[in-house]
C-alpha cells in the first residue's frame, strides 16, 4: 500500500507539473519588438498605436494560433536613429537587441529614419524575422529592394504610404490649388535628410512640366532654429505655395515665423511633424492656421474614410488622452491587426508561412482596403478607401484639423490665409 | 538690405547667445560646458511657472532667470571648485552635468514642439520691404542694452571691478582682498542668468526643445574661440563676424551649410589664429 500511495503521489505530481506547463505554453505571448525612436513624434506616436491595437487583440482573448489563444506582448527599444547624428548602427544595435535578447517573434514600427530602415533589412533576413514597418520610412527604395531581391528580402513589409505616392497626392492637391486659387509659383523647403530631400526633388521634376514653376530649392540642416532667410527668398521669388518636407521638431518655428512675417504662400507639409500634432495650434499661437499636412494615410486626422476610421481614432484619444498625433498612428496601429490575422491564417508563427499570409492579406482596415503587393510588399495605394490604403492632407482651421484632400473623404474646403487674397 | 537687417539681428543673437559662456571663463577660467543645458533650463523653468502655474509672464522671466542663476551657482560650488585649474576635467565634468540635464529632460518627457514662449510684442513691420517681427527688433534693442549693461557693471560696480580683478590676474586680485572663490561662483551664477535672458530672449521666436542645448553649446564655443577665450570684447565682434557670415552664406550658397560657417570659424581660428580675435594673454603665453 505504501509503495502504491507513493507511485500515486508522483503520478498526480508528474499530471500537476504538465498540467501546469501546459497552461504555461498556452499562455506564452507572442512578443511584438518595436524598435522605435521614441524621443520622437514618429517614434512616439507608433508605440502608442501599436499598444492600444495589442490591448484590444489581447482584452478580446488574444490570436488564435492553431487553435491556441495566445496573447500579444509588446517591447520597445529606442533606436534613437531621428536624433540629428546618431549613426545608423545604433538602430541597428537596438534591432539585435530585440531579436536575440527580447526573444521577438515579430517586428513592427521601425527603424523611422529610411537610412536605418534600409540598413536594417539584411538583419530582418539574417534571423528570417517578419517585420512591418509602419512610420516614417518613406523611401521608394524599401519595396523596390524587396522586389529586386524578393528572396532575400522577403520578410520586410511595408504598411503606410512612401515618398512617390505621397509625392503624386501632394501633385494632385497642387493642381486643384492651381485651378482653384490660380497659383502657380512654389518654393520647396527640405530638411537635409534623404527622404525629404528625395521627395522635394521628386516634386520638383513632377511640377514642373505640370505648369508649376518651381522657384527655389532650399535644403535646412536638421536643429535649424531660424528659418527667416528661407522664408524671405520665397517672398521674393513670388512663390504662392511653400513645400516643406521636414520632420524636426523645430519646423514649427518656420510656420510662427511665417505667420510674423506675413508671407503671402500657403504652407503646404509633408511629413511635417509639428503640424501634424493636435498640440500645433497651442503651441504656435494659432499662428499654424492655414498650414496643410500630409499625415499619409488616413485616421491619422478626423475623417469618415472608413467605418473603423473614428473608432480608432477616438480609442486611440481615449487611451493616451490626445488625438493620434502623427503619421505613424493608424498604420502602426493597422500593422498588429494585420499581423494578427495573418498569424491566425497561417496557424503558426513560421516566418515563411506568416509571410504567405500576410501577401494574401486584404481586409478593410482604418484607412481603406489594406493589401500588399505580393512582389514588393508595399501597401497599395488608391484615392478610393473602397480600393486601397487612402492618404490624408488636412489643413489646420480654427483650431480644428480639417482633412480636405482626397474628396473621397474631406470634411472642408481648402482655404488661403488672409493675406493672400 | 535683408542680408544688413538679419545680419544684425542673427549677430546679436549669437553675442547673448554666448556671453554667459565667455564671461564664466573670462573671469574663472572654467569652460562652462554646461552652457547651452541652462539656456534650456531657464526656457522649461518659464514654460512651468508660465503654462502649468500660470503665473504673469514678466514674474515667471524674473523667477526663471534667478533659479538658473543659482543652479549656475551651485554647479561651481558643488563640483566645479573641486576640479578647478584641472582644464579637461572641468570640461568633462561641466559637459557631464550639461548632459545629465538635457537627457534629464527628455527622459522626464519634455520632448516635442509643444513647449513654446510667447513672443513679448506681436506683428512685424516691413523695413525697406523686408519683414521683421517686432519681437526681433527687441532682442536687438535689449542685446544692445546687456551688452552696454556688463561693460558699465563690470566697470563701474564694486562687484563689476572684483571680477575684472580676477579675469586681469586672479593673485593680484587676491591680494587686495578679493575672495577669488566667491567671485568665481559670482561669475558662474551671472555667466548661468546671462545665458538665461538670452534663452527668454530667443526661444519665444521657436520652441523649447533639448536639442538646442547642444546647438547652443556649440555656437558659444565658436564665438568665443573665434573672438578669443576669455575676452567680452573679442566675443561680441566674433559674434557679427561669424552672424554675417552666416547670413551671406545662406544668401549666396544656401541655408544647409549655415551651420558649416561656425564650425569653419573653429577650424580656421585654431589654425591661423590660435588665440582668437583678442585672446592676448593667450597670444602672449604662445609667443612664450
Known amino acids: 500500500m505504501k509503495a502504491w500511495s507513493k507511485l500515486v503521489v508522483i503520478l498526480a505530481a508528474v499530471v500537476l507539473v504538465v498540467g501546469v506547463s501546459a497552461t504555461a505554453r498556452a499562455a506564452d505571448p507572442i512578443v511584438i519588438g518595436a524598435p522605435l525612436s521614441t524621443g520622437f513624434l514618429y517614434g512616439w506616436d ?37 536624433e540629428p547624428g546618431v549613426p545608423v548602427s545604433e538602430a541597428l544595435l537596438a534591432v539585435e537587441k530585440l531579436i536575440l535578447e527580447k526573444e521577438a517573434d515579430f517586428l513592427v514600427g521601425g527603424p523611422v529614419r529610411s537610412e536605418a530602415a534600409l540598413a536594417a533589412m539584411p538583419l530582418v533576413s539574417k534571423y528570417k524575422k517578419v517585420s512591418i514597418v509602419t512610420t516614417g ?64 526633388e521628386i516634386l520638383k521634376k513632377v511640377i514642373e512640366p505640370k505648369g508649376w514653376n518651381v522657384t527655389g530649392f532650399e535644403v535646412f540642416p536638421t536643429g535649424t532654429g531660424d528659418f527667416s532667410m528661407g522664408l524671405i527668398k520665397a517672398k521674393k521669388t513670388e512663390a504662392q505655395v511653400l513645400s516643406i518636407w521636414m520632420d524636426m521638431p523645430e519646423s514649427s518655428i518656420l510656420l510662427k515665423q511665417w505667420f510674423d512675417m506675413k508671407i503671402p504662400a500657403l504652407p503646404f507639409g509633408s511629413t511635417l511633424a509639428a503640424a501634424e500634432q493636435p498640440g500645433f495650434w497651442e503651441a504656435t499661437e494659432g499662428k499654424g492656421e492655414y498650414c496643410m499636412a500630409n499625415v499619409v494615410n488616413a485616421g491619422n486626422a478626423p475623417s469618415d474614410a472608413t467605418e473603423w476610421t473614428m473608432k480608432f481614432y477616438n480609442a486611440y484619444e481615449k487611451k493616451w488622452g490626445i488625438a493620434p498625433e502623427g503619421l505613424g498612428s493608424s498604420s502602426s496601429y493597422m500593422a498588429v491587426y494585420v499581423l494578427k490575422d495573418a498569424i491566425e491564417r497561417a496557424g503558426t508563427l513560421d516566418s515563411d508561412k506568416v509571410v504567405a499570409e500576410l501577401e494574401k492579406t486584404d481586409v478593410m482596415g482604418v484607412y481603406g482596403r489594406l493589401r500588399f503587393d505580393p512582389k514588393s510588399h508595399q501597401v497599395i495605394p488608391s484615392l478610393d478607401p473602397e480600393k486601397g490604403a487612402v492618404g490624408s492632407i488636412f489643413q489646420w482651421q480654427n483650431k480644428q484639423r480639417v482633412v480636405v484632400f482626397p474628396k473621397s473623404i474631406a470634411k472642408g474646403e481648402l482655404k488661403l490665409p488672409p493675406w493672400m487674397k | 538690405m535683408d542680408i544688413v537687417i538679419y545680419g544684425l539681428i542673427n549677430s546679436v543673437a549669437l553675442a547673448l547667445t554666448a556671453l554667459g559662456f565667455a564671461l564664466v571663463y573670462g573671469i574663472s577660467r572654467v569652460p562652462n560646458f554646461a552652457h547651452g543645458a541652462l539656456y534650456v533650463v531657464c526656457g522649461f523653468i518659464t514654460w512651468i511657472f508660465l503654462r502649468r502655474l500660470e503665473l504673469p509672464y514678466p514674474l515667471c522671466i524674473a523667477l526663471a532667470i534667478i533659479i538658473t542663476a543659482i543652479i549656475g551657482g551651485l554647479i561651481y560650488q558643488f563640483v566645479l571648485i573641486r576640479i578647478r585649474g584641472m582644464s579637461i576635467s572641468e570640461i568633462i565634468a561641466s559637459y557631464a552635468i550639461g548632459l545629465a540635464i538635457l537627457e534629464g529632460f527628455r527622459w522626464g518627457g519634455f520632448k516635442g514642439m509643444t513647449y513654446t514662449l510667447p513672443v513679448f510684442v506681436e506683428g512685424s513691420v516691413t523695413i525697406f520691404d523686408i519683414p521683421v517681427d517686432w519681437h526681433r527688433i527687441l532682442v536687438v534693442l535689449i542685446g544692445a542694452a546687456v551688452v552696454g549693461g556688463l561693460w558699465l557693471f563690470t566697470h563701474y560696480t564694486r562687484i563689476g571691478l572684483a571680477l575684472r580683478g580676477m579675469a586681469q590676474d586672479e593673485r593680484a586680485a587676491l591680494m587686495l582682498g578679493i575672495d577669488s572663490d566667491v567671485m568665481a561662483v559670482v561669475a558662474m551664477a551671472f555667466g548661468s542668468a546671462l545665458a538665461g535672458l538670452a534663452a527668454l530672449l530667443l526661444l519665444p521666436l521657436g520652441n523649447i526643445v533639448v536639442e538646442t542645448g547642444y546647438n547652443v553649446l556649440l555656437l558659444a564655443i565658436a ?16 559674434s557679427f563676424l561669424i552672424g554675417f557670415a552666416q547670413i551671406l552664406t545662406t544668401v549666396y ?23 582668437g580675435l583678442f585672446g592676448r594673454q593667450k597670444e602672449l603665453e604662445e609667443r612664450v
Not at chain 1, 53 to 63: L, Q
Not at chain 1, 159 to 183: S, Y
Request: aromatic share 8%; charged share 20%.
Open chain 1, 46 to 82: 507608433a508605440e502608442k498605436a501599436i499598444k492600444l491595437a495589442v490591448e484590444e487583440i489581447n482584452a478580446a482573448g488574444g490570436v488564435d494560433v492553431g487553435g491556441e489563444k495566445r496573447p500579444f506582448t509588446v517591447e520597445v527599444i529606442d533606436t534613437r536613429d531621428l
Open chain 1, 137 to 200: 520610412v518613406l523611401t521608394p527604395k524599401f519595396h523596390a529592394m524587396v522586389a529586386e531581391n524578393y528572396d532575400k528580402y522577403k520578410y520586410s513589409f511595408r504598411i503606410h504610404g512612401e515618398a512617390k505616392q505621397l509625392v503624386t497626392e501632394i501633385v494632385t492637391q497642387l493642381m486643384d490649388i492651381k485651378e482653384q486659387f490660380k497659383l502657380d509659383k512654389i518654393f520647396i523647403m527640405a530638411q537635409d535628410v534623404a527622404h525629404a530631400r528625395g521627395a522635394g
Open chain 2, 223 to 238: 564665438v568665443c574661440i573665434v573672438g578669443g577665450l576669455g575676452s567680452w570684447v573679442g566675443a561680441v565682434l566674433a
Open chain 2, 253 to 275: 550658397w544656401g541655408t544647409h551649410f549655415q551651420m558649416v560657417v561656425a564650425l569653419l570659424a573653429i577650424i580656421l581660428t585654431l589654425i591661423i589664429r590660435p588665440s
